[in-house]
């Protein structure tokens, strides 16, 4: 190839991004074979407006906007409310074996900090079957669907650009977990160039723009992009459409103790007629340093703890007793589908976050590979719940932290949401479930029950009168028998 495409030019000196080909005469041509292919793929105008929206809400600043707690008729608890619990789990497992419920999951993320190069839904807690992330959350749904009769649940696992094909893998080795292979779907999470503080994209090789993940939030982009080149027309959200998915429930992998396709949650954003929903847990005490979910003027938002005065981290609701902003956020979400592809429209309302980095970058003209020593360039990032504000039919779920929250976050001895506090909090999970079945488990003992056999607790009456005294791990009634 000896010149650039014209059209493509126009595009890109249309967008004031041309200094991108100034290298081109002297590229070889595998390498110019390869900027072409990048360039045309990228939305070079989108990248524009999406600095310009960022650059715009950063000047302004946080909104003025007066923040309040969640109104009532958004809000509610199953904590002390078994009759609402019972009643949204019906309406949920309904919706489910109706084929009409899809799960997503966040699994973009590395085991960095717990000292894996690993996808961190590889990662075993050490739990006494020494299973993964991935297959405790493949159990649950493979559980939740037998309670509601068999019906399939796809499951619609986000990777990143370098945990996409350690993930495929993983689920391939493990034979998907027992999963229809079907039924998972892998898509990636985008990325956008890096640039320069005015705008301007940059170079990580003379025949290659230097890109980031585009956040959390670019799962709303991603759900709209091609699931194989070869079938441009497939995207995750024309698949959820083609099996006749309506809701959809979103997490992310880090949290050993979530209930998938939460048939609880799920029935409450439906009776709710929600486009939108979050679950969430109390703040441990007034000051803890966690996002919170809020009214900001008449908009839903996950308002940051730094932006709650003293007094309002320590107001009381009068009518319950507890903290009016206690909606402790744990990226753990239900959509409609609808909803979901509505977010195309309203994207360039929505503004990125800024990050100052120090990028490093090949310059133009000269050439040179620059690693700079202070922040020289600007990466994107946006985040699940910057669609908040955008809708009006929201509804928040409040759940017991010790039944639904245990992150992993740190490495191992770090003391708090590390993987011996996940496997602490799931071995009492499942002790608390015995016990009130009516059995006793010894002091001490280890004694995991898997998925297979119970999703939430229920289906454990024939425990009754038994004493569990050894350590181990049962995926079924008869296993369990064996650990008295």
Known sequence: MSAVPVDLLKRYEAAGQEHLLHFFPKLSSSEQEELIAQLSALDVERVNRVFKTAIEYEKAGTSSAAINPLPASAFETIIGAPAKEATWRETGLKAIAAGKVGVLLMAGGQGTRLGSSDPKGCYDIGMPSHKSLFQYQ????????????????????????????????????????????????????????????????????????????????????????????????????????????????????????????????????????????????????????????????????????????????????????????????????????????????????????????KIPNVEVPSGEFVKPAKPNGIKMELFVFDVFPFTQKMAVLEVPRQEEFSPLKNAPGTGVDDPQTSKRDLLAQQKRWLEGAGANVAEGAEVEVGPNVTYAGEGLDGVKGWIFTKNGAADTMEALHLLQ
Not at 146 to 167: D, H, N
Not at 268 to 294: D, L, M, Q, W
Request: charge should be neutral; include cysteine.
């Open 138 to 357: 493949a159990e649950r749904i493979a559980s939740v669907s037998r309670l509601a009769g068999g019906s399939s649940i796809p499951w619609y696992v986000m990777t990143s650009g370098p945990t996409r094909k350690p993930t495929e893998a993983f689920f391939k080795k493990n034979n998907f977990f027992g999963l229809p292979k079907r039924n998972v779907i892998f898509f990636e999470q985008g990325t956008l160039p890096c640039l320069t503080m005015d705008g301007k994209i940059l170079l990580d090789k003379p025949h290659s723009i230097s890109v980031a993940p585009d956040g959390n939030g670019g799962l709303y982009a991603a759900l709209r992009s091609p699931l194989s080149p070869s079938d441009p027309k497939r995207t995750p959200l024309s698949d959820m459409a083609s099996r006749g998915i309506t809701y959809i429930h979103t997490y992310g992998v880090d949290n050993c103790l979530v209930r998938v396709a939460d048939p609880v949650f799920i029935g409450y954003s439906i009776s709710k007629g929600a486009a939108c929903g979050a679950k969430v847990v109390r703040k441990a005490y007034p000051t803890e340093s966690v996002g919170v979910i809020a009214m900001r003027g008449d908009k839903f938002s996950v308002v940051e703890y730094s932006e709650i005065t003293e007094a309002q981290a320590n107001e009381i609701d009068p009518a319950t007793g507890e903290l009016a902003f206690r909606a402790a956020n744990i990226v753990n979400h239900f959509y409609t589908r609808e909803f979901l592809e509505s977010i195309e429209s309203i994207e360039d309302q929505m503004a990125f976050h800024i990050a100052r980095k």
